[in-house]
Protein backbone atom coordinates (compact mmCIF):
# COMPACT_ATOMS: atom_id res chain seq x y z
CA UNK A 1 0.00 0.00 0.00
CA UNK A 2 1.03 3.17 -0.93
CA UNK A 3 -0.78 5.16 1.02
CA UNK A 4 0.46 5.54 4.67
CA UNK A 5 -1.18 6.77 7.80
CA UNK A 6 1.59 9.04 9.96
CA UNK A 7 0.20 8.77 13.48
CA UNK A 8 2.40 11.55 14.80
CA UNK A 9 1.03 14.19 12.04
CA UNK A 10 -2.43 13.47 12.50
CA UNK A 11 -2.24 13.65 16.52
CA UNK A 12 -0.01 16.90 16.09
CA UNK A 13 -2.78 18.52 13.85
CA UNK A 14 -5.73 16.99 14.79
CA UNK A 15 -6.90 15.36 11.81
CA UNK A 16 -6.49 12.41 9.72
CA UNK A 17 -2.66 12.49 7.77
CA UNK A 18 -1.21 10.16 5.47
CA UNK A 19 1.96 10.33 3.33
CA UNK A 20 2.21 9.12 -0.23
CA UNK A 21 5.03 6.53 0.25
CA UNK A 22 5.54 5.87 -3.65
CA UNK A 23 5.36 9.12 -5.56
CA UNK A 24 4.49 7.25 -8.82
CA UNK A 25 1.60 5.41 -7.75
CA UNK A 26 -1.27 5.94 -9.91
CA UNK A 27 -3.33 8.85 -8.53
CA UNK A 28 -6.75 7.41 -8.85
CA UNK A 29 -5.80 4.08 -6.67
CA UNK A 30 -4.15 6.78 -3.89
CA UNK A 31 -7.44 8.76 -3.74
CA UNK A 32 -9.31 5.43 -3.91
CA UNK A 33 -7.34 4.14 -0.62
CA UNK A 34 -7.13 7.90 1.06
CA UNK A 35 -10.87 7.79 1.24
CA UNK A 36 -11.37 4.48 2.33
CA UNK A 37 -8.69 5.30 4.71
CA UNK A 38 -10.63 8.77 5.40
CA UNK A 39 -7.42 10.33 5.06
CA UNK A 40 -7.89 14.00 5.23
CA UNK A 41 -4.02 15.56 4.27
CA UNK A 42 -1.92 13.67 2.16
CA UNK A 43 1.66 14.75 2.03
CA UNK A 44 4.18 13.68 -1.03
CA UNK A 45 7.80 14.66 -1.79
CA UNK A 46 9.02 14.44 -5.72
CA UNK A 47 12.25 15.03 -7.43
CA UNK A 48 12.00 18.48 -8.55
CA UNK A 49 13.73 17.26 -11.43
CA UNK A 50 10.62 15.48 -12.54
CA UNK A 51 8.17 18.58 -13.48
CA UNK A 52 5.73 15.96 -15.44
CA UNK A 53 4.98 14.53 -11.84
CA UNK A 54 4.64 17.28 -10.26
CA UNK A 55 2.18 18.96 -12.71
CA UNK A 56 0.33 15.30 -12.55
CA UNK A 57 0.12 16.22 -8.76
CA UNK A 58 -0.97 19.54 -9.55
CA UNK A 59 -3.52 18.85 -12.09
CA UNK A 60 -5.07 16.09 -8.98
CA UNK A 61 -5.59 18.58 -6.56
CA UNK A 62 -1.49 18.43 -4.98
CA UNK A 63 -0.35 22.29 -3.55
CA UNK A 64 3.50 23.08 -3.33
CA UNK A 65 4.37 23.71 0.05
CA UNK A 66 8.28 23.68 0.33
CA UNK A 67 11.18 22.55 -1.62
CA UNK A 68 14.07 20.62 0.28
CA UNK A 69 17.90 20.73 -1.13
CA UNK A 70 19.89 18.46 0.32
CA UNK A 71 23.90 18.83 0.75
CA UNK A 72 27.11 16.25 0.67
CA UNK A 73 30.73 16.47 1.45
CA UNK A 74 33.38 13.73 1.87
CA UNK A 75 35.39 13.74 4.57
CA UNK A 76 38.58 12.42 3.65
CA UNK A 77 40.38 15.99 3.42
CA UNK A 78 38.83 17.77 6.47
CA UNK A 79 40.76 20.63 7.65
CA UNK A 80 41.52 21.27 11.65
CA UNK A 81 38.89 22.21 13.44
CA UNK A 82 39.43 25.62 15.41
CA UNK A 83 39.49 26.84 18.57
CA UNK A 84 35.86 27.94 20.27
CA UNK A 85 35.77 31.56 21.85
CA UNK A 86 37.22 31.39 25.28
CA UNK A 87 33.44 31.43 26.51
CA UNK A 88 32.22 28.87 24.39
CA UNK A 89 31.87 24.77 24.78
CA UNK A 90 31.06 22.33 22.21
CA UNK A 91 30.03 18.90 23.93
CA UNK A 92 27.87 15.56 23.46
CA UNK A 93 24.43 16.18 25.13
CA UNK A 94 22.74 13.80 27.12
CA UNK A 95 19.13 13.21 27.72
CA UNK A 96 19.36 15.63 30.85
CA UNK A 97 19.73 18.12 28.48
CA UNK A 98 16.78 17.61 26.58
CA UNK A 99 14.55 20.37 27.99
CA UNK A 100 17.51 23.29 27.20
CA UNK A 101 17.61 21.95 23.85
CA UNK A 102 13.79 21.90 23.63
CA UNK A 103 14.18 25.95 24.41
CA UNK A 104 16.77 26.91 21.60
CA UNK A 105 14.32 24.63 19.25
CA UNK A 106 11.30 26.92 20.32
CA UNK A 107 13.00 30.11 19.40
CA UNK A 108 14.95 29.24 16.81
CA UNK A 109 11.56 27.25 14.71
CA UNK A 110 9.77 29.99 15.36
CA UNK A 111 7.56 30.25 12.23
CA UNK A 112 9.84 28.63 10.32
CA UNK A 113 9.43 28.00 6.59
CA UNK A 114 8.83 24.63 6.67
CA UNK A 115 5.76 22.78 4.73
CA UNK A 116 3.74 22.93 7.76
CA UNK A 117 4.13 26.46 8.54
CA UNK A 118 3.38 26.95 4.50
CA UNK A 119 -0.39 25.10 4.77
CA UNK A 120 -2.26 27.83 5.61
CA UNK A 121 -4.92 24.79 6.91
CA UNK A 122 -2.30 23.69 9.67
CA UNK A 123 -1.84 25.45 12.78
CA UNK A 124 1.12 27.24 13.05
CA UNK A 125 1.31 26.54 16.61
CA UNK A 126 1.02 23.22 15.96
CA UNK A 127 3.74 23.75 13.68
CA UNK A 128 6.23 25.37 15.51
CA UNK A 129 5.92 22.33 18.63
CA UNK A 130 6.63 20.05 15.47
CA UNK A 131 10.19 21.07 15.56
CA UNK A 132 10.40 21.38 19.55
CA UNK A 133 9.13 17.67 19.91
CA UNK A 134 11.70 16.70 17.30
CA UNK A 135 14.26 18.54 19.11
CA UNK A 136 13.42 17.24 22.85
CA UNK A 137 12.87 13.99 21.23
CA UNK A 138 16.32 13.53 19.64
CA UNK A 139 18.17 14.51 23.06
CA UNK A 140 15.92 12.36 24.84
CA UNK A 141 16.72 9.54 23.20
CA UNK A 142 20.41 10.01 21.56
CA UNK A 143 23.04 7.07 21.42
CA UNK A 144 26.82 7.01 20.17
CA UNK A 145 24.82 6.09 16.74
CA UNK A 146 22.48 9.09 16.97
CA UNK A 147 24.53 11.21 18.89
CA UNK A 148 23.77 15.39 19.60
CA UNK A 149 26.23 18.25 19.98
CA UNK A 150 25.65 21.64 22.06
CA UNK A 151 27.37 24.37 21.87
CA UNK A 152 26.95 25.66 25.60
CA UNK A 153 27.74 29.65 26.33
CA UNK A 154 27.82 31.19 29.42
CA UNK A 155 26.68 27.91 31.04
CA UNK A 156 23.52 28.38 28.69
CA UNK A 157 22.65 25.96 25.64
CA UNK A 158 22.84 27.98 22.86
CA UNK A 159 23.04 25.53 19.59
CA UNK A 160 22.03 22.09 18.70
CA UNK A 161 22.84 19.40 16.43
CA UNK A 162 21.71 16.12 15.70
CA UNK A 163 23.32 13.36 13.80
CA UNK A 164 22.11 10.11 12.18
CA UNK A 165 25.57 7.79 11.84
CA UNK A 166 23.75 5.46 10.43
CA UNK A 167 22.20 7.11 7.42
CA UNK A 168 25.29 9.59 7.49
CA UNK A 169 22.95 12.57 8.01
CA UNK A 170 22.92 15.49 9.77
CA UNK A 171 18.76 15.72 10.80
CA UNK A 172 18.43 18.89 12.84
CA UNK A 173 20.03 22.16 13.98
CA UNK A 174 19.76 25.46 15.27
CA UNK A 175 21.40 28.24 17.07
CA UNK A 176 18.80 30.74 18.80
CA UNK A 177 18.52 33.84 17.45
CA UNK A 178 20.21 36.03 19.71
CA UNK A 179 23.62 33.80 19.45
CA UNK A 180 23.40 33.68 15.11
CA UNK A 181 25.88 35.46 13.37
CA UNK A 182 28.89 34.79 15.79
CA UNK A 183 30.00 31.21 14.23
CA UNK A 184 28.36 28.63 16.67
CA UNK A 185 26.41 27.15 13.58
CA UNK A 186 29.81 26.66 11.29
CA UNK A 187 31.83 25.51 14.88
CA UNK A 188 28.28 22.68 15.12
CA UNK A 189 29.10 21.94 11.54
CA UNK A 190 32.83 21.03 11.96
CA UNK A 191 32.36 19.33 14.68
CA UNK A 192 29.94 17.03 12.89
CA UNK A 193 32.02 16.29 10.42
CA UNK A 194 35.27 15.53 12.64
CA UNK A 195 32.48 12.67 14.45
CA UNK A 196 31.46 11.48 11.22
CA UNK A 197 35.07 10.92 9.97
CA UNK A 198 36.03 9.19 13.31
CA UNK A 199 32.54 7.05 13.35
CA UNK A 200 33.85 5.79 9.62
CA UNK A 201 31.97 7.63 7.52
CA UNK A 202 32.74 8.52 3.83
CA UNK A 203 30.39 11.62 3.76
CA UNK A 204 27.81 13.45 5.34
CA UNK A 205 24.55 14.70 4.81
CA UNK A 206 22.39 17.64 5.46
CA UNK A 207 19.13 19.24 4.26
CA UNK A 208 16.95 22.40 4.60
CA UNK A 209 14.27 24.38 2.72
CA UNK A 210 15.32 26.20 -0.22
CA UNK A 211 14.97 29.66 1.01
CA UNK A 212 16.88 28.99 4.49
CA UNK A 213 19.96 30.59 2.82
CA UNK A 214 22.54 30.81 5.99
CA UNK A 215 22.80 27.72 6.49
CA UNK A 216 23.63 26.74 3.07
CA UNK A 217 26.19 29.47 2.85
CA UNK A 218 27.66 27.94 6.15
CA UNK A 219 27.82 24.43 4.10
CA UNK A 220 29.35 26.08 0.89
CA UNK A 221 32.10 27.26 3.00
CA UNK A 222 33.05 24.21 4.21
CA UNK A 223 32.81 21.98 1.51
CA UNK A 224 29.24 20.69 0.77
CA UNK A 225 27.79 20.70 -2.29
CA UNK A 226 24.20 20.85 -3.82
CA UNK A 227 23.43 16.83 -4.53
CA UNK A 228 19.84 16.87 -5.33
CA UNK A 229 16.26 18.44 -4.44
CA UNK A 230 12.51 17.17 -3.62
CA UNK A 231 9.29 19.11 -3.99
CA UNK A 232 7.17 18.94 -0.69
CA UNK A 233 3.01 18.71 -1.81
CA UNK A 234 0.07 18.28 -0.33
CA UNK A 235 -3.28 17.35 -0.38
CA UNK A 236 -6.44 18.05 1.02
CA UNK A 237 -9.44 16.09 0.95
Request: net charge neutral; glycine share 6%.
Given at each position: ?77 L ?12 R ?74 G ?71
Amino acid sequence: MSVEINALESARFGITAARLTDPFAPLAQVNAAARTMNVQMMTVRVDSTDLRRVQELEDDGYRLMDTLVWYGRELVDLPEIGPSPADEIIRRAGPEDAAKVATVAQEAFAGYCGHYHSDPRLSAAAADAAYVDWAESSVARCTDSRPVLVAVAQDRIVGFLTLDLGAAEIVLNAVIPGEQGKGTYGRLIDRALATGRKAGLTCLAVSTQLNNLAPQRAWVRRGFRMQRSLHTLHKWF
